[in-house]
T-cell receptor
Framework: DVKVTQSSRYLVKRTGEKVFLECVQDMDHENMFWYRQDPGLGLRLIYF???????EKGDIPEGYSVSREKKERFSLILESASTNQTSMYLCASWTDSYEQYFGPGTRLTVT | AQKVTQAQTEISVVEKEDVTLDCVYETRDTTYYLFWYKQPPSGELVFLIRRNSFDEQNEISGRYSWNFQKSTSSFNFTITASQVVDSAVYFC???????????FGKGTRLSVIA
């Protein structure tokens, strides 16, 4: 079974902190994604990556950056966390046939 | 640009009732894939089905069935004899071929009451 893991289920950070959200997949997928999920807004794409060292902005990249040094790991970085970045963050990877697998999510609270 | 609309924000049914979740999509591409995902209270999205644009056959999997109609750009999901464990948020999603990401609808929260 494909497994996508995220470093934390719950995280509390202070405004202005630099925050790293880690995502690892174990199925050698090329494609990885970061979404945030907010009530009433559904899932919104932050960044995605189709290859190591390659990244593309999604719909809401402002305030975020990403890193993909290795194929299995895709990190989301909040350079200076703000309260409006309090959200559920979901990482995903997918196969060539577009079956997308999600991690369990990280619920981030910025105070 | 692609778009997925799930007009039903929340649905509440009594156990054993049938329920249909609507999904309408927009794309100009002729090749695309449609998906349904389930998100239970635990938070993890669970893949339910993928359907490509060239296959309009309806699909049934146990109590779940999907009705794909290109003429109305719809991909509706029906749960027969609903159960409390079906309570979740359900997302419909669309991807066109090539290196483009999934586009999600905003989800429908289904509550099944015992």
């Amino acid at each position: 079974d494909v497994k996508v893991t995220q470093s934390s289920r719950y995280l509390v950070k202070r405004t202005g902190e630099k925050v790293f959200l880690e995502c690892v997949q174990d199925m050698d997928h090329e494609n990885m994604f970061w979404y945030r999920q907010d009530p009433g807004l559904g899932l919104r794409l932050i960044y995605f990556s189709y290859d190591v060292k390659m990244k593309e902005k999604g719909d809401i990249p402002e305030g975020y950056s990403v890193s993909r040094e290795k194929k299995e790991r895709f990190s989301l970085i909040l350079e200076s966390a703000s309260t409006n970045q309090t959200s559920m963050y979901l990482c995903a990877s997918w196969t060539d046939s577009y079956e997308q697998y999600f991690g369990p999510g990280t619920r981030l609270t910025v105070t | 640009a692609q778009k997925v609309t799930q007009a039903q924000t929340e649905i509440s049914v009594v156990e054993k009732e049938d329920v249909t979740l609507d999904c309408v999509y927009e794309t100009r591409d002729t090749t695309y894939y449609l998906f349904w995902y389930k998100q239970p209270p635990s938070g993890e999205l669970v893949f339910l089905i993928r359907r490509n644009s060239f296959d309009e056959q309806n699909e049934i999997s146990g109590r779940y069935s999907w009705n794909f109609q290109k003429s109305t750009s719809s991909f509706n999901f029906t749960i027969t004899a609903s159960q409390v464990v079906d309570s979740a948020v359900y997302f419909c999603a669309l991807i066109v071929s090539g290196n483009t990401p999934l586009v999600f609808g905003k989800g429908t929260r289904l509550s099944v009451i015992a």
